[in-house]
């Protein structure tokens, strides 16, 4: 595991997103995966996790300026992206997900 760095600035979210934004590009993801886990990730896992960064900085660029009404879904949207950005550069692979995280049921017409 490696050692905590501390990073001192008057503006974090600017520089996190400068630091999380080198996995925009796949190249760089590519490279992180080799060091981190061997030439044994599944083909696309870059590109996959290069995308979910890029649109977890937009969503996230767009609920700054977005209505209040519907700021806290592109937070939701944005959380949801960074988080399969930063799994997969932790495991490997892009993680599971389907449905976008939310299902919805209908009870059958007799309540059950």
């Not at 060091?35 to 896992?45: A, D, E, I, L, N």
């Not at 700021?71 to 949207?77: D, W």
């Not at 892009?94 to 059950?112: Q, R, Y």
């Amino acid at each position: 595991m490696s050692a905590t760095r501390w990073v001192r600035t008057e503006v974090p979210d600017v520089e996190q997103w400068r630091l999380l934004g080198q996995f925009r590009y796949a190249r760089n993801v590519e490279r992180h995966l080799n060091q981190r886990v061997g030439q044994s990730y599944p083909p696309g896992t870059e590109d996959h996790i290069a995308g979910a960064m890029g649109q977890a900085e937009a969503y996230f660029a767009a609920a700054r300026v977005a209505p209040l009404e519907i700021s806290p879904l592109l937070g939701y949207y944005g959380a949801s992206s960074l988080l399969a950005a930063c799994g997969g550069l932790m495991s490997g692979a892009p993680l599971p997900a389907s449905n976008h995280g939310m299902s919805l049921e209908v009870p059958a017409p007799d309540g059950k």
